[in-house]
């Protein structure tokens, strides 16, 4: 797979319109879809915890909206690879709990002097070299780490709404077994006319309303920078930037870090006096958007990344509209859609990270890791495995000088 898909980079420019197939929107829809309808809560506790006012909160929402948009747009774009990104949602966890200590305008500060950090270490290639050093088992063992959970979550929401999740895992595998490129389209029309069904749809209070992006007057305090900076930065590029660069590389992609990580801190240091704490790669959505379902053939998968950029716009144009859509939704059936839409992205994981003998024990101890939601100092359980399976295969591996 990894040979096949370096093979199709690079290949010269190619009409998007005849590359762009249902199959690729839908992943995108899908991608969109999860991205919204759990993390969007975490940035609203976020704002009620730094008593920011409606328009500052809707500002938020347009900014975050808008920059992953347009950077999963033009990066998919010109490197013809499924880029995909989002805010950050370990930063947005952190800031539930340090908001509240500064005002908005100093948070404003922390947030441009994080972007300004991000942009330079991210042209500056110095990030990319330091994840060239990881050995590609252990990158897939973290990037089945990370899938795993919601493999398990698709089946538990049987338990939470049995005809919802129950229509969604059938019509998987039913349609898998005639057209595994539509398999999860059938599953996510199944699944929302089970939920029709049995009235699970909620879009009471869903009006249509245009947002309108506010302007913040940075202030530049020394403790917000140290309080929401400094962590802002570690927790976007260990928990953000290096899974989602590890997702592109386990599905076979090699697109220049420089551009990638550079080119999100730079669209987060433009729209941080409107609210944007930080775009970055993501991993989990991004790896719905690399597979097969997107696309049989490597080289047409990115654009389900330019449709993840224009549904992205789309929400930002909107405020709150089709937030309040993609939260109506029920827990199963995302949980669940989730869930089939990941599987063949978590038999890449699982297979690249056993393919090497050798590395195969610190590619379990990185999965173990990775999969048991470990957090240490504010940084998730992915760049835990990493650190932990390095260990591993340092020990293990590194000859030892004969006497």
Same mark, same amino acid.
């Given at each position: 797979m990894t040979e096949e898909v370096l093979a199709a980079q690079g290949t010269g420019r190619r009409p998007f319109f005849s590359d762009a197939s249902l199959s690729s929107f839908v992943a995108a829809l899908i991608a969109v879809v999860v991205s919204y309808s759990g993390p969007v809560v975490i940035v609203l506790t976020a704002a009620q915890a730094g008593r920011l006012t409606p328009e500052q909160t809707t500002s938020w929402l347009w900014a975050i909206s808008i920059g992953s948009g347009i950077t999963c747009l033009a990066l998919s774009l010109v490197t013809k690879v499924p880029v995909i990104t989002a805010w950050s949602t370990p930063g947005a966890a952190l800031l539930v709990t340090s908001m509240g200590h500064y005002s908005y305008a100093s948070a404003i500060g922390a947030f441009l002097v994080s972007a300004l950090a991000i942009t330079l270490v991210g042209f500056s290639g110095v990030f990319g070299r330091l994840m060239a050093y990881v050995p590609d088992a252990l990158v897939s063992a973290m990037l089945a780490g990370i899938l795993f959970s919601f493999g398990v979550e698709a089946f538990r929401a049987l338990g939470q709404g049995p005809l919802v999740a129950a229509a969604v895992l059938v019509g998987y595998v039913l349609a898998k077994r005639y057209s595994a490129r539509y398999a999860v389209p059938v599953a996510l029309l199944l699944g929302v006319l089970a939920a029709a069904v049995s009235g699970r749809l909620d879009f009471r209070g869903v009006t249509l309303e245009l947002a309108s992006p506010q302007w913040t007057t940075p202030v530049f305090d020394v403790a917000a920078v140290i309080g929401i900076g400094v962590p802002l930065f570690v927790v976007t590029m260990a928990s953000q930037n290096a899974p989602g660069l590890a997702v592109l590389h386990a599905s076979g992609y090699r697109p220049g870090d420089r551009l990638l990580v550079g080119g999100t801190g730079l669209t987060s240091l433009v729209l941080a006096p409107f609210g944007c704490h /930080? =775009?970055?790669? /993501?991993?989990?959505?991004? %790896?719905?958007?690399? !597979?097969?379902?997107?696309? +049989?053939? +490597?080289?047409?998968?990115? +654009? *389900?990344? $330019?449709?993840? !950029?224009?549904?992205?716009?789309?929400? !930002?144009?909107?405020?709150?509209?089709?937030?309040? =859509? #993609? @939260?109506?939704? +029920?827990?199963?059936? =995302?949980?669940?859609?989730?869930? $089939? *839409?990941?599987?063949?992205? &978590?038999?890449?994981?699982?297979?690249?990270?056993? /393919?090497?003998?050798?590395?195969?024990?610190?590619? %379990? $101890? @990185?999965?173990?890791? @990775? %999969?048991?939601?470990?957090? &240490?100092?504010?940084?998730?359980?992915? #760049?835990?495995?990493? $650190?932990? !399976?390095?260990? @591993?295969? =340092?020990?293990l591996t590194v000859r030892r000088k004969t006497p």
């Open positions: /930080a =775009v970055n790669l /993501a991993a989990i959505i991004a %790896a719905i958007c690399t !597979g097969e379902e997107s696309h +049989p053939d +490597p080289r047409k998968r990115y +654009p *389900a990344g $330019v449709f993840c !950029g224009l549904l992205c716009l789309a929400v !930002g144009t909107f405020g709150g509209t089709l937030i309040g =859509v #993609f @939260t109506g939704l +029920p827990k199963e059936l =995302v949980a669940a859609i989730a869930g $089939v *839409a990941l599987i063949g992205a &978590l038999i890449t994981g699982l297979s690249g990270a056993m /393919a090497t003998p050798r590395d195969r024990e610190a590619a %379990a $101890v @990185t999965f173990l890791v @990775t %999969a048991s939601g470990l957090s &240490l100092f504010g940084i998730g359980s992915a #760049f835990w495995g990493l $650190v932990f !399976g390095l260990f @591993t295969h =340092v020990v």
